[in-house]
């Protein structure tokens, strides 16, 4: 059972840049959502889907697009990358929409730096 | 500001004694959990511990809360060097005009040395 997957590990992009970090998960799990981490800020939520085809913003939306086509999948964009999207990134997924009822699987994060 | 901050930053213990690490918050939760990160691993739940419970326990972990005073307490016994890693808590609200809220603290980084 993979659980939860995320690529790339690592990306350096250039200012401006887009890129896709991909998510995916095994588990037909309804809620999946991405976070940013942060030295000493905790995860901060990006965007979540509650399901396929519907998507909402977390507390740092800006300069990310999601979208959730299948229950597998939760790609996050970079629209154009900024040196202030330098971070680690954590997909996650739960059988509970009301995620915080049940327990959150991670993916293994996705270090971007942006020069 | 943050939902949930644990206390210490940081702590470092000999293998074999305990390891106690806070959360506090700032608003009324549902429930709060606990989470442990290996370095340049994802995070792992722990435990979960609802709003009208005081302690729960699993293996070595004990967890206790007390929302009169808005805190958590994770305690570690007989700590091991695995359990060397950053440890997490995650507030839940349930909110009716946005969506549910979960907030992580900055996290704990705990070592214990062989």
């Known amino acids: 059972n993979a659980g939860v997957t995320q690529t790339p590990k690592f990306q350096v992009l250039k200012t401006g840049q887009s890129m896709t970090l991909q998510c995916a998960q095994d588990?037909?799990?309804?809620?999946m959502s991405w976070y940013r981490q942060d030295p000493g800020m905790g995860l901060r939520l990006i965007h979540y889907s509650v399901g396929a085809g519907i998507t909402d913003q977390g507390e740092v939306p800006n300069g990310y697009n999601v979208s959730r086509s299948t229950t597998e999948d939760f790609p996050l964009r970079l629209l154009s990358a900024a040196p202030s999207q330098t971070s680690v990134y954590f997909c996650a997924s739960s059988y509970d929409p009301l995620f915080g009822n049940t327990e959150a699987f991670f993916g293994q994060g996705t270090r971007l730096t942006v020069v | 500001s943050q939902q949930g901050e644990e206390d210490p930053q940081a702590l470092s213990i000999q293998e074999g004694e305990n390891a106690t690490m806070n959360c506090s918050y700032k608003?009324?939760?549902?429930?709060l959990q606990w989470y442990r990160q290996n370095s340049g691993r994802g995070l792992v739940h722990l435990i979960l511990?609802?709003?009208?419970?005081r302690e729960k326990h699993s293996g070595r972990l004990r967890v206790t809360l007390d929302t009169s005073k808005k805190s958590s307490s994770l305690l570690i016994t007989a700590s091991r060097a695995a359990d060397t890693a950053s440890y997490f808590c995650a507030t839940y609200r349930k909110m009716k005009t946005s969506y549910d809220k979960v907030i992580f603290g900055p996290g704990t980084s705990l070592s214990v040395i062989p």
């Open positions: 511990i609802r709003s009208n419970e």
């Open positions: 608003t009324s939760i549902n429930n």
């Open positions: 588990m037909n799990h309804e809620y």
